[in-house]
């Protein structure tokens, strides 16, 4: 790992490898020192790899009984819809794992009204987090080819939402309407990683990594601060 916290593997299986061995050594840090292990999800095809590996590799090496697992974004359609990030992490990792019902919680999509769904989604997690702005473990995300992450797209104003917590976002591809945690929340978490994969995203992940620390950046995966670590495949990061 470089001073700016890019990793860089062979391949996605190589990186994810290396990400799920980051978690496993996470989770058991946070559940020693605070008893569970919150962890925020991402959704997309690139994550698959790394939810295939939980749910071989750490079926019984992390302790998923003290594990919470929630949603970074959500595409608003129902769970068993193909395009749900829900159902991704479900038919990956959940239905593989011995967690609990009761620690998981998706991002609700059954209201009519998103508007009410991202508070509702919001109250929950200031519940399980006993906290007005939670703060995560670890949150992972992933990288947009505009340069988005999580359902933070160009163009929106990030900082208008700084005290909340889950917002209702529109998204430039289909289904356009998400529910997506803030950039404030995702900068207030233990630690974020980015996985990414692809010669597809050699030139954004290029220009967000140089754009780091731009207040004035177009790209919301710029503006991700904090302890972030970056597990990237050799064919996105060919313009490094």
Known sequence: MNKDGIEIYPNLPDAAAAAASEIARISAQAIA???????????GSTPRALY???AEDYKDA???KNVLLFWGDERYVPHDDPASNFRLVKESLLDFI???AENVFPIPTRNPNPEVAAQTYS???QS???EKHPTFDLILLGLGPDGHTASLFPGMDLDKDADKVAIVTNAPFVPPVRISLTLALINHARHVFFLV????KAGILLEVLESRGDEETKYPAARVEGDVRWFVDRDAAGNI
């Not at 020192?33 to 959704?43: I, M, Q, V």
């Not at 994969?197 to 597809?200: L, R, W």
């Open 123 to 125: 109250t929950t997690l």
């Open 62 to 64: 992390i302790d998923w």
């Open 33 to 43: 020192e605070r008893g569970r292990f919150t962890l925020a999800l991402s959704g």
């Open 52 to 54: 295939a590996i939980l």
């Open 197 to 200: 994969s692809g010669k597809e």
């Open 98 to 100: 011995p967690i609990p």
């Open 128 to 130: 399980a987090f006993g």
